[in-house]
């Protein structure tokens, strides 16, 4: 007869020289191979207009110049899957909304994405889609179309307080794409994660906010060009942007002037700073 309960060397649990969990080695090799294939990407050698709403310029020096993170800030493979999985949930909104009649575009007759360049290809961006049809909603089209897949408490924030206020970033992206791209209107969709709720929100074309960021760009290559940095978003280093910003320990260790808050590139209300 077999007794289960007391093979020899069997232990509930683990012994302390046991290898990790099956599952755990199982993730370890999916990371290190999706961080293995972003390493093996061609790197951007443009300053992406999705980034361009970000509101520390100085952070956008850093990135366009490729400035090397932070020790241990690189994006881990679970950060790569979120990424990953967004496109998911992109492609189930874009079958959703054209079932219900939407004539969402998303690609050119060569195939390609949808976008724009400008000042010599050096900022470029790549729309998720165009409406030039649809439903009798009041909208006028075409209409620029963006999707964003977020968590639940992120989502709710958004369709609490609308993108302008709650996605300052993607409300840029939104007005940047629409100057670039000759549209007056902007439908902006977010995928609640947990739930699959969907939040829908028309924006308005604002040309003195694309002015703005578009200045903002042309300010970051200038900077980057001439090897210089931007002032800081904060004037210490707890500043929320700054104590979630990859390049924080390379920024408050540059000893380099422009220190001092920037008032004109700044996406947050003046209260908000440290
Ligand atoms: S640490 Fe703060 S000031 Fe420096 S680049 Fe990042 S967000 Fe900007």
Redesign the pocket.
């Known amino acids: 007869m077999i007794d289960l309960n007391h093979r020899s060397g069997f232990v509930y649990g683990r012994a302390a020289d046991a290898p990790p969990p099956l599952g755990a080695r199982i993730n370890a090799l999916l990371d290190d191979a999706l961080v293995a294939e972003r390493a093996g990407q061609r790197p951007r050698d443009y300053l992406g207009a999705s980034r361009i709403g970000e509101p520390?310029a100085?952070?956008l020096v850093?990135e366009f110049r490729k400035t090397p993170v932070d020790p241990g800030k690189d994006f881990e493979g679970r950060t790569l899957r979120i990424f990953e999985a967004g496109h998911v949930f992109e492609d189930l909104a874009i079958r959703w909304l054209r079932l219900a009649g939407f004539d969402l575009r998303t690609q050119t007759r060569e195939g390609g994405q949808f976008g724009f360049e400008t000042a010599g290809g050096r900022i470029r961006g790549h729309v998720d889609g165009v409406i030039v049809d649809g439903p009798a909603l009041g909208l006028t089209w075409p209409v620029l179309w963006e999707h964003k897949a977020l968590k639940a408490s992120s989502w709710n924030d958004t369709a609490k307080k609308g993108v302008q206020v709650s996605k300052p970033v993607y409300y840029g992206q939104l007005q940047i794409y629409m100057a670039y791209m000759g549209l007056g209107s902007a439908l902006f969709t977010a995928l609640n994660k947990d739930s699959c709720e969907l939040y829908h929100e028309h924006v308005l074309f604002d040309p003195a906010t694309a002015q703005e960021l578009s200045d903002k760009a042309v300010a970051v290559l200038r900077a980057a060009d001439a090897g210089e940095l931007l002032p800081?978003?904060?004037t210490n280093?707890d500043?929320y942007?700054?104590r979630f910003?990859p390049?924080?320990a390379r920024?408050?260790g540059e000893p380099r002037p422009g220190n001092a808050p920037v008032e004109r590139f700044s996406g947050e209300r003046p209260e908000a700073r440290a």
Do not use: D, N
């Open positions: 520390c100085r952070r850093y800081r978003i904060a280093p500043f942007l700054c910003c390049f924080s920024c408050w």
